[in-house]
């Protein structure tokens, strides 16, 4: 089927997440180029008309428009599609954040972007040459100030981009304890966003406490398999998934039902009486694996890294239980605290070959750099999910992708 061009689109990066949205922009750009050329070609073939007149037909048409205020462009060429939608981020002196949007956005359909666990030296527009580290609620209360601008400025819808939902974690309550997941989700819908497109929420119950906002959670399984194809045979018969904990279950039982491989379990024993401070400082008391992994390649999936506790105790389980070589993936690789420098011991000790993560949160060569990390970018996948929403398509194939998934192991 063929689609118009999506130009309506506008990407608002937040200051923590200007590279991941500057990756996204390119991508919808190369995107909506690859697509209005088929769509030429298409409409060519379909009427009987050179592609040069079929060209200047489409650009007469855009020219027409009332909200075209620009007729210096070309007439027979491609006019290629700007996506970013320019903004200023004040950050007074007593933590208030301000929004300035520098063009305007009215009737736009505009997806503010943001990784709120961008805990990098950032700088704002109006001290450019002044860093700050943000915390998680200093980038979530800049996301609000945004869409309010956006919703001001008279964007026609708002959708918010989180590669990381924040509080995610705090999606379930065994005591008098809040459920922050879900009230971060009202918070956004009663802030007029109708939509969060986001990586691998840690429980997608959280959807259910919603009134209207609809959530997309994506998953990036596609890209860490191939990356996981770099490093070994994914019909090797010694290949086995291992389930870091009994939250992780559904995740590992997915890529060994793609990959046709036995799947285990490490299943730990905690006190939570004790809060875990760090990998080394955790509240585990005992571990028990349910699988055989001697003499295995073991690959095991996690949705997050926080500190790092639970993959390095599984790592050294699986080790003194004989694994010959273990690869871990995360979706969301925080790296907490001092979790760089604890795996980089483990490594040295060992205990794991490669960690496997997304771009879903900004890092620099600190852990870039590091011979045991390898990062698969996903704003591809975001830049497909934003398209399709945009134009009313369906995004069932990116939510479910074990078609692509297939598709690929047919080829090796």
Wanted: hydrophobic letters at 40%; aromatic letters at 8%.
């Amino acid at each position: 089927m063929i689609y118009s061009i999506p130009d309506q689109i506008g990407i608002l990066a937040c200051p923590g997440a200007r590279e991941f949205a500057g990756k996204i922009t390119s991508e919808l750009e190369h995107l909506a180029q690859r697509k209005f050329r088929r769509k030429v070609k298409y409409l060519s073939d379909k009427y009987g008309l050179e592609q040069e007149e079929i060209l200047r037909r489409i650009n007469l048409t855009i020219d027409l428009r009332p909200t075209t205020t620009n007729l210096k462009h070309s007439v027979d060429q491609f006019r290629k599609s700007s996506f970013t939608v320019p903004a200023h981020f004040t950050r007074f002196a007593n933590g208030e954040f301000k929004t300035d949007i520098l063009c305007t956005v009215r009737n736009m359909d505009i997806y503010i972007v943001q990784d709120v666990e961008n805990h990098y030296p950032l700088t704002m527009d109006n001290r450019p040459g002044e860093e700050h580290i943000l915390s998680i609620n200093d980038h979530i209360f800049c996301l609000l100030v945004t869409i309010d601008a956006a919703l001001q400025a008279g964007a026609k819808r708002v959708t918010a981009v989180l590669p990381t939902y924040p509080y995610g974690r705090q999606h379930k309550k065994k005591g008098r304890e809040g459920l922050t997941a879900a009230r971060m989700g009202q918070i956004l819908e009663n802030s007029g966003v109708g939509r969060i497109i986001t990586l691998d929420v840690h429980s997608k119950e959280i959807e259910n406490c919603f009134t209207s906002l609809h959530l997309e959670n994506l998953h990036g399984s596609y890209q860490i398999l191939r990356v996981l194809s770099g490093l070994v045979d994914l019909k090797d018969p010694n290949l086995v998934m291992i389930s870091p904990d009994t939250g992780s279950i559904d995740r590992n039982k997915f890529y060994a039902t793609a990959l046709g491989k036995s799947l285990g379990m490490i299943y730990k024993e905690r006190d939570y009486s004790r809060t875990s401070l760090s990998a080394a400082e955790n509240n585990i008391i005992s571990i028990h694996l349910l699988g055989e992994v001697r003499g295995k390649t073991v690959f095991m999936a996690d949705d997050m890294l926080g500190t790092g506790g639970t993959l390095l105790n599984a790592m050294k389980a699986l080790k003194d239980r004989g694994a010959k070589r273990i690869i871990a993936a995360v979706s969301l690789p925080f790296f907490s605290g001092q979790a760089i420098q604890f795996f980089d011991a483990a490594f040295r000790e060992g205990l794991f070959y490669r960690l496997i993560g997304t771009n879903s949160v900004y890092h620099d060569k600190t852990l870039l750099d590091k011979e045991w990390y390898l990062s698969t970018d996903i704003t591809h996948l975001f830049a497909r999910s934003i398209y399709r929403v945009h134009a009313n398509r369906s995004i069932s194939s990116l939510l479910d992708n074990r078609k692509i998934i297939q598709d690929m192991l047919d080829q090796h």
